[in-house]
Nanobody
Framework: QVQLVESGGGLVQAGDSLRLSCVAS????????MGWFRQAPGKEREFVAVISWSGINTYTDSVKGRFTISRDNAKNTVYLQMNSLKLEDTAVYSC????????????????WGQGTQVTVSS
């Protein structure tokens, strides 16, 4: 089992930055691939970014150049640095873990955090 706890969400203005954190426990963190997903009101949960155990990452097109995913294996933590936030980035952001690799499908992730709200205002 893996337990995931996110933090760092909040209310910001368009153009601002936020850094989300997700702390993992219960399994060797360095062997996990870690992903960030988001779900806006009335929409399906969607992939945002993923980082492999070795640090390779990939992003959905809408956040490329604005968001950065990183990990600190010594702290069992994965981060999502979000810059130049837009109104359409408003969502509940969840981190997730899988034992595979650079998965972008929600169905590839057996472990999920509870989510943290990010609200971007104009």
């Amino acid at each position: 089992q893996v337990q995931l706890v996110e933090s760092g969400g909040g209310l910001v203005q368009a153009g601002d930055s936020l850094r989300l954190s997700c702390v993992a426990s219960g399994r060797t963190f360095s062997r996990l691939a870690m992903g960030w997903f988001r779900q806006a009101p009335g929409k399906e949960r969607e992939f945002v970014a993923v980082i492999s155990w070795s640090g390779i990452n990939t992003y959905t097109d809408s956040v490329k150049g604005r968001f950065t995913i990183s990990r600190d294996n010594a702290k069992n933590t994965v981060y999502l640095q979000m810059n130049s936030l837009k109104l359409e980035d408003t969502a509940v952001y969840s981190c997730a873990a899988n034992l595979g690799g650079l998965e972008t499908s929600i169905y590839a992730y057996p472990y999920w955090g509870q989510g943290t709200q990010v609200t971007v205002s104009s």
